[in-house]
DNA sequence: ACTAACGTCTAA
DNA sequence: TTAGACGTTAGT
């Protein structure tokens, strides 16, 4: 199943590494953990906000001035108005399609929200945004790009070499928007941090000399790109209240865990083993890396320290930019994470006011008095936003890879406990659900209808959601893209013998909990362990808590087949997933609430292949119609007045009380119907057989396998129906108390003429052959 | 001149 | 807070 860590929106798609033009010419690769990753274009908004609280603004006087714009509506028009205030030095220009990255080499989906604007399919244009599927990665300057100060486009096709390239592109700064070749700079106290995440992006020498924040440029997503943590799930508000009491327990248990020795599971395959192996090795390199960085002592170190630097800031710019500022405010002792706020102390000094000109110190002192009061709010989110990664992964980690049925044993016994001592910590850390209900509510059985039905114990009903307090956003981007690297690069310049293709081979026989380990390993394995391909079907059954984390990890890998069944998602999560999962095919409702389930009525469900909503409280007659029917939200212009289940293929409706009411509908809104269970259907008599069957209808050529098993009102007579049948192959009357052994016997021998067919098992009737 | 869609604002 | 709207820019 799906371990937490790849599900992390901010880790998922790619670890920022930053390239730091060091005087050497080389170039530096740091991978960055997951947990301190930044996400991609977009996740700039934070940042962004935040360093607006640096700026100073011009008032709008002076802008309309400074543009020599007139006053009234031309002034006041958005995009005006912004380019003129947003920057005391250049406006910035407007991104445009790289062309070449995976997003733009899609055609559009025609099914996500933005498609379905589109006046090609049939929307009102209203929108103007690029389909979902095909939101560029690397959006490019635009051709007409020029330097600001030679007047001349970027010449990097014209040289050889790294640094001489380096020098005749156009960079445009993320925090002036000035657009410049590096070369024609002047000012070179200080070094530019290139943004590696953003072709042309940096953060020229002039606003990183001057201490200014940095901002990772921002590219507004539109609506399908929204902030996973406003979304209901957060747990922040709960983590807050009890913050104290869990940092206690952690402190201790952390104290435990260190003299632990990390155990391996004796089984292990060997292939397995090999990949463990170099999972290991790189770790240990990064870690050494990272503790280089923490002592500087020459000055490419201390470079190479800026630019991780920047990394973490990316992420926790909030918390952190009050760390600069108050370079003697050590983050909290207890803080979860020790590898963090390591890191954060040591970005501090570098970067704090002990680097300000005195006279930025002076011009910030008003403002920095206001955030003094605000520190401890800081060290909190801080803390927060740690704890609900941490929690999150793990959670996610713990749910899904023990499976239920299978798992007694603690977690703490768990032989998965291979890797690092980080994930082991957490995993141990965290071994509880996320609201502190003991585990072993997860290893609750299935509640499997031949022994037990009706008596399945449902997730407790989804807690509201805190709102959070002011949280790091986790920007929902694309789905996964495979990258463009092929080969692996080594340290020493040259690339690893295998090729991509190989280690996906490789990839593809590791568990996802084993692929999210891998991705905290380097830049490159973490793209390709996020491969869209590796995460075909995501597992998160039974998860008691989903969170913004998780959902916006789904969306970044795309299933096909998605498992949220025994869960306790809410409507809105789950109408914001399907929303954007243009691709997905199956989902597993199973057990959920009908309140989440009705998210399925929308016009933006995509069009399912398979679907279970078995065991779904309140789902009755009344909720398969809304289900069925067309949905009635289409905007002007886009009426579809055909099924959002039109092509489904298996259904799965055991334990509901549904009557004809609802197969008739299933009859006109299915034509692809195969696989129908309708086990424990109580109301489900001959006559619904009579239906599914009778003449004209779809389902009685497209019906493959039916499943009526624990259905007390079906009786001999529905055997006489499946004659008509041309298709079937399996049909299961087990447990029908009204069903005799002799007339399936009977059923069997008539059949015989056309089709063979077997009993496998008492009343279990299945085609031979 | 046209289409696509970026980046921002604003009503709900 | 966010989905939707839209002015404007980039490319053809």
């Known amino acids: 199943m799906v371990d937490a860590a790849a599900l992390l929106p901010l880790c998922a798609g790619s670890v920022r590494s930053q390239l730091s033009s060091s005087s050497s010419g080389a170039v530096s690769v740091c991978s960055v953990p997951p947990l301190l990753c930044q996400a991609g274009p977009g996740a700039g908004d934070m940042a962004l906000s935040l360093s607006n609280d640096d700026e100073e603004y011009d008032s709008e006087q002076d ?73 560029c990665i690397a959006p490019v300057l635009p051709h007409t790009a020029v330097c600001l100060v030679c007047g001349e486009a970027g010449k990097e096709d014209c040289v050889e070499g790294q640094e001489a390239k380096f020098n005749v592109m156009l960079m445009e700064c993320s925090i002036c928007n000035e657009i410049i070749h590096p070369g024609c700079l002047k000012i070179k106290e200080s070094d530019g941090v290139v943004n590696d995440e953003l072709p042309n992006c940096w953060e020229c020498p002039k606003c990183n000399h001057a201490g200014k924040t940095g901002k990772v440029y921002k590219q507004k997503r539109g609506p399908g790109f929204k902030y996973a943590s406003n979304l209901p799930g957060s747990l922040l508000k709960e983590q807050k209240i009890n913050r104290d009491n869990k940092e206690l327990t952690e402190v201790v248990k952390r104290k435990v865990e260190r003299e632990e020795i990390p155990r391996q599971n004796p089984d292990e395959q060997p292939k397995k083993k090999l990949v463990e192996d170099m999972v290991k090795k790189k770790l240990d390199e990064c870690h050494r890396k990272k503790r280089a960085l923490e002592k500087p002592s020459d000055p490419l170190m201390r470079k190479r320290r800026k630019s991780w630097k920047t990394d973490e800031r990316a992420l926790m710019a909030k918390t952190l930019r009050r760390i600069k500022q108050e370079p003697d405010d050590d983050m909290p002792e207890l803080a979860p994470k020790p590898k963090e706020s390591d890191q954060s102390r040591s970005s501090s000094p570098t970067a704090g006011p002990s680097t300000e000109s005195s006279d930025l110190k002076e011009k910030k002192k008003f403002r920095r008095k206001k955030k003094v009061v605000n520190k401890e709010l800081s060290k909190e989110l801080s803390k927060e936003l740690n704890q609900e990664i941490q929690k999150t992964e793990s959670s996610l980690a713990n749910e899904n890879h023990h499976p239920v ?41 299935y509640p499997s209808p031949r022994t037990t039905p009706r008596v399945s114990s449902r997730p407790p009903p989804s807690l509201s959601p805190p709102k959070c307090v002011q949280m790091e956003r986790h920007v929902i981007r694309p789905p996964p893209i495979s990258p463009p690297p092929d080969s692996l690069p080594l340290e020493n310049g040259v690339s690893h013998v295998m090729q991509m293709e190989v280690w996906m081979t490789i990839f593809s026989y590791l568990s996802h909990r084993d692929l999210c380990i891998c991705m905290r390993v380097c830049k490159t394995w973490n793209r ?101 029917s067309p949905p009635t939200d289409n905007r002007p212009g886009q009426i579809d007045n055909r099924s959002k289940l039109r092509n489904i293929v298996d259904l799965r409706l055991a334990g509901l009380d549904i009557t004809d009411a609802s197969l008739r509908l299933m009859i006109r809104h299915m034509p692809l119907l195969a696989k129908l269970d309708l086990s424990y259907c109580n109301h489900v008599t001959d006559q619904s057989i009579n239906l599914l069957t009778a003449v004209g209808t779809t389902t009685r050529d497209s019906l493959i396998e039916i499943n009526l098993s624990d259905c007390n009102n079906v009786t001999d007579q529905c055997l006489t129906y499946f004659k008509r049948c041309a298709n079937i192959c399996l049909i299961d009357l087990r447990f029908c108390k009204q069903v005799t052994k002799e007339s399936c016997e009977r059923f069997i021998a008539e059949m015989s003429v056309i089709l063979q067919f077997g009993q496998t098992e008492e009343k279990l009737l299945q085609r031979i052959s």
């Open 405 to 445: 049925k299978s798992e007694p044993e603690s977690d703490e016994d768990s032989p998965r406990r291979f890797m690092n001592n980080h994930s082991g910590d957490r995993m141990h850390r965290f071994s509880k659900g996320l609201n502190g209900t003991p585990k072993e509510f997860r290893h609750q059985t």
């Open 63 to 135: 802008q309309n001035k400074a543009v020599g714009r007139p006053k009234g509506k031309i002034a006041t028009s958005p995009a005006v108005k912004l380019s003129a205030n947003r920057t005391s030095s250049g406006a910035r220009r407007r991104r445009t399609r790289c062309r070449k990255c995976e997003a733009c080499l899609r055609t559009e989906c025609g099914e996500c929200h933005f498609c379905k604007d589109m006046k090609k399919f049939g929307g009102p244009g209203r929108m103007k945004q690029s389909c979902i599927m095909r939101q």
């Open 528 to 628: 390709w362990c996020c491969d869209k391909r590796l995460w075909e079907r995501i597992d998160l059954n039974r998860c008691k808590s989903i969170t913004p984390l998780m959902l916006s990890g789904i969306i970044r890998r795309q299933p096909i087949s998605l498992d949220l069944s025994w869960t306790n998602i809410s409507k809105k999560q789950l109408s914001w997933l399907i929303n954007r999962l243009p691709a997905l095919r199956d989902l597993n409702l199973s057990g959920c609430s009908w309140i989440a389930v009705s998210a399925l009525c929308s016009s933006s469900c995509p069009l399912l292949r398979s679907l279970n909503v078995q065991w779904v409280e309140g789902l009755k007659d009344a909720q398969m119609r809304d289900l069925l």
